[in-house]
């Protein structure tokens, strides 16, 4: 059994209380990570999930929950470019919904296009075209906040759910999922033309172009020769670009991804404060020990092995529960959110990475005081 563990293990107590912090500042680290990730996942769920290839944005737009209208000749133009197989008009908007069973009204985001062009990838919006075909008919995402009301339960149960938007009277027509984001709570889908009397838009402004390129062409050049092609009031993107535009706004436009970075690097700090308070006290309580062993005729390399391998034991032992309880967290926060909260392996080894350096970290500053064990001074 190693010097390091008989060390560690010889109170009981301080070992407990050594784990808990690095748990708990483990924990801080996971629930940042978390947040992060669950918002940049979710304000991507609806892009991820449109059927097109290239899409067409004003410039002066800023993110999918804050959209600039354009002209949709603008879409019509690209259908001339070579390798464009079709191009549809997508308009989206917030709008006040109403919750049938308790009055109160809460923002939802609408998604609105042609019933006859396919736009959202969802099977369960697809075989639903028909019924948003019919005017005041929409389709509700059963995976929004509860806040809305239990639609999808009442919906299942073959009731007529009916209810306002904006003021203006609706009825259900049907479920899809998608989930909500930090942008919207919930979602609806509807046809441009319910859109145009629900949120009195002229349908000659349109929010996105969704472009498909023709099969076995490679988007980004078809992208390029519609860059060429239309004026500078409408911004082309491919796929990945219109993913990553929307993820650039959350990380560089507002203060919330500082914020959750900021969140992680506070727990890497207090790990790093309370790991080397235990062995830093590990090492004071033992001076008279490590004299001995260089007294003995081991180098100082080898006591400073003995205390890094406790760093890496501890970072070990702390990480293992801490995981477990972030594990917990993740689940009832994912059931009370709705949001992509998802402990994923990748996530699992960067937390354990960091808590390796912030143990090794706490450890080389404990090690000073290894300075001062001089056999000559103790003995």
């Not at 806040?147 to 306002?164: A, D, M, R």
């Not at 076995?216 to 078809?222: E, I, N, Q, R, T």
């Not at 919330?256 to 700090?269: A, D, E, V, W, Y």
Request: aromatic share 10%; charged share 20%; with cysteine.
């Amino acid at each position: 059994m190693s010097i390091a563990w008989l060390q560690l293990s010889r109170e009981k107590s301080r070992l407990l209380v050594a784990l808990a912090g690095i748990a708990f500042a483990d924990i801080l680290i996971f629930m940042q990570m978390g947040f992060q990730d669950a918002l940049y996942d979710s304000s991507v769920l609806i892009h991820e999930r449109l059927d097109g290839d290239i899409f067409l944005i004003s410039p002066q737009s800023t993110a999918m929950f804050a959209m600039k209208s354009f002209p949709r000749r603008r879409l019509y133009q690209t259908i001339a470019v070579a390798g464009v197989k079709s191009g549809s008009p997508l308009y989206l908007d917030l709008g006040l919904w109403k919750n049938p069973v308790d009055r109160s009204s809460r923002s939802i985001f609408a998604i609105a296009f042609n019933p006859k062009e396919a736009v959202l990838n969802l099977p369960a919006v697809e075989s639903s075209l028909d019924k948003i075909k019919l005017t005041d008919t929409i389709l509700f995402d059963e995976a929004s906040q509860e806040k809305f009301g239990p639609i999808g339960k009442l919906f299942k149960e073959g009731e007529t759910v009916e209810t306002e938007v904006r003021n203006k009277r609706i009825k259900v027509g049907g479920l899809f999922a998608i989930g909500p984001s930090f942008g919207a709570d919930g979602n609806i889908v509807m046809s441009d033309i319910t859109f145009k009397d629900i949120f009195e838009r002229d349908l000659g402004l349109i929010d996105i172009g969704v472009v498909k390129v023709k099969p076995g062409l490679d988007s980004a050049s078809v992208a390029s020769n519609i860059k060429e092609r239309l004026p500078k009031d409408v911004v082309v993107l491919t796929r990945q670009e219109f993913i990553d535009w929307e993820k650039n706004y959350w990380k560089t436009g507002t203060s919330i991804g500082f914020i959750f970075s900021l969140g992680i690097g506070m727990g890497f700090i207090v790990g790093i404060v309370i790991v080397y308070q235990i062995l830093s006290t590990e090492v004071a309580d033992h001076l008279p020990e490590y004299a001995t062993l260089k007294a003995m005729g081991y180098k100082q390399i080898f006591l400073l092995g003995v205390v890094f391998q406790e760093a890496i034991i501890l970072s070990v032992l702390g990480f293992i529960p801490g995981t477990g309880i972030s594990f917990f967290l993740y689940n009832l926060t994912r059931n009370a959110t709705q949001l992509p909260m998802l402990m994923t392996v990748s996530k699992a080894a960067g937390v354990l990475m960091l808590t390796i350096l912030m143990c090794l970290i706490s450890g080389a500053i404990a090690v000073r005081k290894l300075g001062r064990a001089d056999p000559a001074d103790i003995f």
